[in-house]
Structures are given as structure tokens and as C-alpha cells.
């Protein structure tokens, strides 16, 4: 059963086909699929939701591509990227920073993902050429977090 | 957007209701809530000049505090 519908499908399709023109790689940091408990291993109940709603996506347009990696497994690759919590996305496209989604992207924040694709596939952004300025003269890391709930 | 013109930004979208240890630590009882290098943050949608202010107190010297405040 798919989480997303196929009318819904049909209208990402054809807001990609229009919309995306270079590639953009969405990395998942996950878990395995494995049923065991490990002690001390916190649970992750929307791992797996997160996982098949973005191989569904990744399938409506030839641009993205979709990296599955096990958090617990993978440390190294998960370190250089600061994951500490799961399922978090790291979004690559035209970018200069990280962008990257915690949690299930779902409700209000499916539209932000593909808004978000949309940017990182053309390179461009619809902020003010003063706000441009200032950000491209930053000089020292600066680390946004958004807290959304998805209703 | 704005983590996409400067190398120095990383942008979190968090879900705040699978994370509540999160949502606890930087106080999140309305949202959206943005919080900018753990010192300035301020609640609901607010325009672009707003960033961009709460940007430029976390880079300046004295960055401390709420934006609201």
C-alpha cells in the first residue's frame, strides 16, 4: 500500500518534470530493518514509514536519487554529516550549506521537502539580493533549526 | 534557503513531536519555532529581515538572548 497516492503521485510527477533540472541526492540516516531489540538502542518508530515515502518520491522524477545508510553501522559517514537523532534526511544538490530534514518530513512538511528539492535542483532561491549579501559574507558557522509539527 | 547561499549554514527542519527531549530543550511550545546557533530564536512565520537580523546577532559579538527580546 503506498503512502502516497496516486493522484498525489501524478501531481509531484508532473510538478518535477517541470520544475527539477539538476540531480539532487536525499541521503537517509536510518536504521536497519531488522526486528531485534538491542538493549540501550532507543526504538525509531518512523524510520521505516520514512524510508518507503522517500523511495515512492524518488521514483517520480529521474533527478533524485535515494542513499540508505544505517546509523548504527555506518558512524563514520554519519559523524562527518552530525547526525544525532533518526530518520534524519541530508538533502545534496546546488547548495553551499547543509540542509537537512529530522524526523518523518510528513503533513505541511512534505510540501517543504519538495519546495526544497525544487531549490536545491535549480540553484536558485527566492531570497532578497540584501539577504544574499549578508549570508554570503558570513564568516562563522551558523546552525538554524526549525521546529515544526506536521498539522 | 538560506543554508543554500553560504557554506556556513546548516538548516534542521525537526520534527518536534517524534523528538520531545528536543522540543523540551529549546522550549518549544508554539511553531514553527527557529532557534539560531542555540542563542536567539523567536517563534511564528515571520518575514525575511527577520533572519536575517537574528542571523546577524548570533554572528556579532555579543550574541545573546531572544530576537523577541
Not at chain 2, 534542521?12 to 514553527?32: I, N, T
Amino acid at each position: 500500500m503506498p503512502i502516497i497516492s496516486k493522484e498525489d503521485q501524478d501531481y509531484v510527477r508532473s510538478l518535477f518534470d517541470e520544475k527539477l533540472t539538476g540531480d539532487v541526492t536525499l541521503r537517509l540516516y536510518t536504521q536497519g530493518a531488522s526486528k531485534l531489540v538491542v538493549p540501550g538502542r532507543p526504538e525509531c518508530p518512523m524510520c521505516e514509514v520514512t524510508q518507503q515515502l522517500l523511495e515512492e518520491l524518488v521514483e517520480l522524477s529521474e533527478q533524485l536519487t535515494l542513499e540508505v545508510r544505517d546509523f548504527y553501522t555506518e558512524r563514520a559517514e554519519a559523524q562527518a554529516d552530525g547526525i544525532t537523532q533518526i530518520p534524519t534526511l541530508v538533502l545534496e544538490g546546488a547548495s553551499k550549506g547543509k540542509i537537512r530534514f529530522i524526523g518523518a518530513p510528513s503533513g505541511y512538511e512534505f510540501a517543504t521537502l519538495l519546495d526544497d528539492l525544487i531549490d536545491l535542483s535549480n540553484g536558485t532561491t527566492s531570497l532578497e539580493p540584501a539577504s544574499r549579501d549578508m549570508l554570503a559574507a558570513l564568516t562563522e558557522p551558523v546552525h538554524i533549526q526549525v521546529f515544526v509539527t506536521p498539522t | 534557503m538560506m543554508a543554500m547561499e553560504s557554506e556556513l549554514i546548516t538548516a534542521d527542519v525537526v520534527e518536534a513531536g517524534e523528538f520531545p527531549e528536543m522540543a523540551q530543550k529549546y522550549q518549544v511550545y508554539a511553531v514553527p519555532k527557529i532557534v539560531f546557533n542555540d542563542a536567539v530564536s523567536f517563534e511564528g512565520n515571520r518575514p525575511q529581515e527577520a533572519f536575517v537580523s537574528a542571523i546577524e546577532q548570533v554572528t556579532s559579538k555579543d550574541a545573546e538572548g531572544d530576537a523577541e527580546s
